[in-house]
C-alpha cells in the first residue's frame, strides 16, 4: 500500500472515530436531559401531591368554611409556584420551614416574608380587619423589617389598572369605580404605602381559584399544564 493510502486511510480512521466520538456525547447529553426530565416532572408532581393532600381534609385548614380559602391560598402559592420552577429545573423559591402557623407572616420567598391576604374583593383584601389594614395594625413593623404582602393575582391586575386612571377617566368611570379608587387613596394616605411598590405583589392564584369547591380543579389543571411542558 501506498505512503498516500495509508495516510487517506488514517485519516478516514480519525475522522470516523472523533464522529462516533461526538455521537456517544450527543447520546450521553440526551440521556441526561430525558433523566433531569423525569426528576423534575418527579418533583413538580410531589409538590401538586403535597397541595392535595392538604386541601383532601377541609377539617384540618384553618377558619369556618368561608375563610378556609385564605389558608389555602398559601399552600397553592408554596406548592405551585415550587412545581412550576421544579419542572424547569430550578429551585424552588417558596418555603413554609421554619414558619409558625400563627407567625406575622405565612411563608418564605426566597428568605423574604410573606403575608397572604385574599379576601373577597379589592377593598376588603386591603381595608379589612382580617386584610393587608388589619395586619399592618397588629404588625406596624411587618414592612419596615422586610416583609411583603401577596394579594389575588386578579385583585392585582385590577388595583393596577385603577392607579394607572388619569383624572379625566376617573371622573367619567361608575360610581363603584370612582368609590374604589378613593378607597384606594384613603388606603396609601393611612398607611404610607405606595400601592405601586414591592409591598404589595401578586400572588399566582385568583381569588375564585383557592375557594373549596374551585381548588381540586385549579391544581387538576395545573397538573395538565406540567406534564405538558
Same mark, same amino acid.
Given at each position: ?25 450527543? $447520546? *450521553?447529553? %440526551? &440521556?441526561?436531559? +430525558? ?5 423534575? @416532572? ?76 385574599? $379576601? *373577597?374583593? %379589592? &377593598?376588603?383584601? +386591603? ?5 393587608? @389594614? ?96
Amino acid at each position: 500500500m501506498e505512503i498516500s493510502q495509508i495516510i487517506k486511510s488514517t485519516q478516514e480512521q480519525a475522522v470516523a472515530s472523533w464522529i462516533d466520538y461526538l455521537n456517544q456525547l450527543r $447520546l *450521553n447529553e %440526551l &440521556v441526561a436531559n +430525558l433523566a433531569a426530565q423525569d426528576i423534575n @416532572l418527579e418533583g413538580a408532581l410531589n409538590e401538586l401531591q403535597e397541595l392535595k393532600d392538604f386541601v383532601a381534609n377541609p377539617e384540618h385548614i384553618l377558619g369556618s368554611l368561608k375563610s378556609k380559602h385564605g389558608e389555602i391560598a398559601e399552600h397553592v402559592q408554596v406548592n405551585i409556584s415550587n412545581a412550576r420552577r421544579i419542572i424547569e429545573g430550578l429551585s424552588p423559591e417558596h418555603t413554609f420551614e421554619g414558619v409558625g402557623r400563627t407567625a406575622p407572616e405565612d411563608y418564605l420567598f426566597n428568605g423574604i416574608k410573606v403575608q397572604s391576604k385574599y $379576601l *373577597n374583593g %379589592l &377593598v376588603n383584601t +386591603l381595608t379589612h380587619n382580617n386584610g393587608v @389594614l388589619g395586619h399592618l395594625s397588629k404588625y406596624p413593623d411587618f414592612l419596615n423589617e422586610g416583609g411583603t404582602y401577596h394579594i389575588p393575582q386578579d385583585q392585582y391586575d385590577t388595583m393596577k389598572d385603577l392607579l394607572s386612571m388619569n383624572d379625566e377617566e376617573i371622573n367619567k368611570a361608575s360610581r363603584e369605580v370612582r368609590a374604589i379608587v378613593q378607597r384606594l387613596r384613603e388606603f396609601q394616605e393611612q398607611t404610607g404605602i405606595d400601592l405601586n411598590s414591592e409591598s404589595i405583589q401578586p400572588a399566582i392564584g385568583n381569588y375564585d381559584e383557592v375557594q373549596l369547591g374551585k381548588i381540586d380543579g385549579t391544581i387538576d389543571n395545573e397538573e395538565k399544564s406540567i406534564k405538558n411542558n
